[in-house]
């Protein structure tokens, strides 16, 4: 393997997210599912938690995590409990969502 090559495969194996992103991600897909569940865009979950809808584009993309504040909005709204946007193989909860 040339040294280009080399350094290039060094510098891809130590771009692994970090635990922090890990969860970002995790959280974010999991927002993203319950609003999807709602069946909200991302325009009237934002108006449901006072927020502005890029907010919750990077939520969802992972680029940021929601505070501990604004988590527990999104779990009021959407009908599930906090420790739900945690769970890896978060499935549907049979909650209505908060009117």
Known sequence: MSRAATAVAS??????????QLIRELVGGNVRRAREQAGWNQR????R???????????E???KQPNAQSLMKI???TGHA???FFDEHAEP???????
């Open 61 to 63: 993309n992972g680029r």
């Open 44 to 47: 009237e979950l934002a108006e």
């Open 75 to 77: 779990a009021s709204v």
């Open 82 to 84: 906090y420790g739900w």
């Open 49 to 59: 938690l006072d927020a502005e809808p890029p907010q919750v584009s990077l939520w």
């Open 93 to 99: 909860e049979p909650v209505a969502p908060a009117p």
């Open 11 to 20: 510098l891809t194996a130590s771009r692994q997210p970090s635990p922090d």
